[in-house]
């Protein structure tokens, strides 16, 4: 019995720090008939995710649809620098003019601003670099969607970036669409992914969460073949994911160039809940990794775009149960 009021009393004040650490910083709600929202906002100051890897846009720390909730809180350590302190569907550009930069000059990322390349080390999406402009966010909201556009400029290279956040009034389905202009001198030659972060009703990732592709999949990596298994299009687990451990696969492939091949569905049969991802560009890449908290299936989209130029994609994310 002192062992449990231990834990207990160990998770309250895990979920009570938590809960205060998001109260200092600045979010809102969206909502629409079947579905409600809180998006953490950039903010170079008070933000709760001020890392160097990801896209400060659309952090949504929960979403709840059908009874169902969908993201959350899925690591252990906080600081608003951490380059994997986020939530939600995330996303992360590769770096624009890294390689060329010498010691002490700049570097951009896309939806963070212009950072400092501190030596001749190869770029470390895992590290934490000094930003010397967070360039300038603007923020629109309407009561089921919130637009975020950020503006950044530099010697070479400089851009118009706009994310909406949508949530379809009668229906359980969020989109979010981009749009980014090259509004520099160079062109922009990137790429970026869509980590998802899902946690659903807080279930560990084991047997009974399955994630479904459209193709037959191909590829290895690290805990296939004994923690998690391919089997034709699905990824499946032999047992639930311990503290620690991770499965990944850098490289799936068995996809075309279609933009039908960017659909996912992960499902998880406890809750009988689930959600359908799909996109109107074609995957260029896609990577796995799970832990204990999140199956997350990575889908990358390449993008190229010329000065005064550019380019639009979009996901949609359709939540669905079965009915009690």
């Not at 720090?17 to 079947?34: C, D, G, R």
């Not at 590769?94 to 390689?99: C, F, K, N, S």
């Not at 963070?112 to 670099?129: A, C, M, S, V, W």
């Amino acid at each position: 019995m002192k062992k449990t009021v231990v834990l207990l009393s160990l998770f309250s004040v895990i979920t009570i720090n938590y809960a205060f650490q998001t109260m200092k910083n600045p979010k809102s709600e969206i909502k629409s008939k079947l579905i409600n929202a809180t998006i953490l906002l950039p903010d170079a100051e008070n933000g709760y995710y001020r890392g160097t890897r990801f896209d400060w846009s659309g952090v949504i720390s929960d979403l709840s649809c059908n009874g169902h909730t969908y993201f959350g809180k899925w690591f252990d350590k906080y600081s608003p620098t951490l380059h994997d302190a986020i939530m939600g569907p995330v996303e992360e550009f590769a770096p624009l003019g890294y390689e060329k930069a010498a010691p002490g000059e700049n570097f951009v990322m896309i939806g963070i601003g212009l950072l400092k390349k501190p030596d001749d080390k190869k770029h470390d999406r895992f590290g934490y670099y000094q930003i010397i402009d967070p360039g300038k966010w603007e923020i629109k909201k309407k009561s089921n969607e919130i637009t975020f556009n950020h503006k950044l400029k530099s010697d070479d290279y400089s851009y118009d970036y706009t994310k909406t956040v949508s949530l379809i009034r009668d229906k359980p389905v969020m989109e979010i669409d981009h749009k980014l202009k090259n509004t520099g001198k160079e062109s922009i030659v990137t790429n970026v992914y869509n980590h998802h972060f899902f946690v659903m009703d807080n279930q560990p990732v084991g047997p009974d969460f399955t994630i479904t592709f459209p193709f037959t999949l191909k590829g290895e990596g690290q805990g296939f073949g004994t923690i998690a298994e391919m089997k034709d299009n699905r990824i499946i687990f032999n047992r639930i994911l311990k503290k620690g451990e991770t499965v990944f696969c850098g490289s799936l492939t068995g996809f075309n160039n279609k933009p039908e091949d960017l659909d996912v569905r992960i499902e998880n049969r406890v809750i009988g809940a689930g959600v359908r991802i799909t996109g109107d560009r074609p995957l260029s890449k896609l990577i796995f990794w799970a832990c204990p908290t999140t199956p997350c299936p990575e889908t990358y989209v390449d993008i190229k775009i010329e000065p005064g130029q550019e380019f639009t994609w979009k996901f949609i994310y359709e939540f669905y149960s079965e009915k009690k």
